[in-house]
């Protein structure tokens, strides 16, 4: 595996939950993949999960691992192409980038969408450049239009918890006080739209995900009949997409505190479990006593993230 981006680079996902299972039986099986070989992960923006479960997963599997905060420590990045640099972006990422492949065999990026500019969002800049330019395996991270590491162990917590084989799985969106990006939704929805699940969306009308993740996913804009019977709730916030009205690409154009999960929506589902990939607002998102419950599963999803990672990374080892 040369990328891991969407769902299709895992090929088979049954084969990956496999080996998610065989992974997390035997953390360290796999030690000796990594001996002299170096992770880099490159943070544009914060991090306290992926930072630390996909370090974790690396050292598992015997890695060195590097950790780069652009915004602390290192020169300000130039991303874009043309420009005279005479502010105070003192490298070019054409330069920086296949610098820093000169230093390592894998190379994880986290880079957070701007929310002003669809299209370029959209386009993965910063992503496409590491690719192109690094010489290296890249896996996202959290980039400006997907969370990969995310979906795929928020998938194989599924799997753990499910009592059925084809579970009713909602992701709802629900309210915050900041704007935040698609990539979390638009990776859960592509990897359940792969999975064996019956998948629903739930938003208020304008939220609507962009068709290349939500696919035949089916849309409920009643959050109530969409909850009816579900076994699972994945609850997040997402700015506006701006598919119906592009001017309000990025903006919060819904502050409705009916779409919070409390006990009232728990009330609606199939004893569900309650799902998000944190961090998390509580009392916008999901109350207390929700998040608190013996139905949320907010510490075994964050767990998963090191098994996810491990097979990321055990897989692009394989292909070096
Ligand atoms: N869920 C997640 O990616 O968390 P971090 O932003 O803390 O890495």
């Avoid at 999960?49 to 990045?77: E, F, H, P, Y």
């Avoid at 957070?112 to 991270?141: C, H, W």
């Avoid at 502050?255 to 009392?283: Q, S």
Wanted: proline share 4%; aromatic share 10%; with cysteine.
């Amino acid at each position: 595996m040369k990328t891991f981006i969407n769902v299709q680079d895992i090929g088979d996902l049954s084969k990956a939950l496999d080996e998610a299972k065989e992974i997390k039986n035997d953390r360290f099986k796999y030690q000796s993949l990594g001996k002299n070989k170096t992770l880099m992960m490159i943070f544009f923006n914060n991090s306290l999960r992926t930072r630390l479960s996909t370090q974790k997963a690396a050292m598992n599997l015997g890695m060195n691992v590097i950790v780069l905060d652009v915004n602390a420590g290192a020169w300000k990045l130039e991303t874009e192409r043309g420009v005279i640099m005479d502010g105070d972006k003192s490298e070019h990422l054409l330069e920086a980038i296949p610098v820093m492949g000169c230093y390592c065999d894998l190379i994880g990026v986290r880079s957070f969408a701007g929310l002003s500019d669809r299209e370029y969002d959209y386009a993965e800049t910063v992503l496409n450049q590491f690719i192109k330019y690094s010489g290296k395996p890249v896996f996202a991270m959290e980039t400006a239009t997907v969370h990969p590491l995310q979906a795929f162990a928020d998938l194989i917590t599924i799997e753990e918890y499910k009592n059925k084989k084809r579970p009713k799985v909602v992701m709802s969106w629900a309210p915050h006080c900041r704007a935040l990006p698609q990539a979390v939704p638009n990776s859960f929805a592509q990897w359940m739209n792969a999975a064996d699940v019956d998948f629903v969306i739930t938003h208020p009308e304008g939220y609507e995900l962009d068709p290349k993740f939500s696919g035949n996913a089916k849309i409920e804009y009643d959050q109530k009949k969409a909850l009816d019977g579900a076994d699972f709730i994945y609850a997040k916030n997402w700015s506006c997409p701006g598919f119906s009205n592009p001017a309000e690409y990025g903006k919060i154009i819904c502050k409705d505190m009916n779409w919070t999960i409390d006990t009232k929506h728990m009330e609606w589902t199939n004893n569900a479990y309650f799902m998000h990939c944190l961090p998390v607002r509580r009392g916008l998102i999901v109350t207390d006593d929700v998040i608190e419950s013996k139905q949320s599963l907010v510490i075994p999803e964050a767990a998963n993230r090191e098994i996810s990672a491990s097979v990321v990374i055990k897989r692009m080892l394989e292909s070096l």
